[in-house]
């Protein structure tokens, strides 16, 4: 089972002038290969519900909120992103869920490998069972 504590919040390099860098390998602890966004998301909706099986994602909130609720199999945890200047690191084998959105989220998503459908879980009795 994965451990659920290796997802955490990380701290985007922020230069005062509201400049944030982000570097393959230094800032986003993975080499980055794709990189896609998602928006005009409504309140009620439910993002994700899937695992990866070797992706590692980097998630950002360039505007507005939303909440990210990852899952081990075993224990939950919740994440609140609001501000551009952190990114939520997702580590593969942890279920993810994101809902919750404000009316104006913009969430980015920085990407370890190319889309690959043969890498999603996205069934969550098929998770459980790996």
Known sequence: MRDIDNSLLIELSNFSDGVI???NKKDIPFEMKR???LYELSTGQIRGAHAHKKLQQLMIA???SFDVILDNGEKKKVFHLDHAG????IEPGIW???KNFS???VCLILASMKYNENDY???YREF???
């Open 96 to 98: 993810h869920e994101m």
């Open 62 to 64: 360039l505007k507005g």
């Open 103 to 105: 009316f104006d989220t």
């Open 35 to 37: 990189i896609y966004y």
């Open 86 to 89: 952190y990114g939520l690191l």
């Open 128 to 130: 459980l069972n790996m």
């Open 21 to 23: 860098r982000l570097e």
């Open 121 to 123: 879980i996205r069934d």
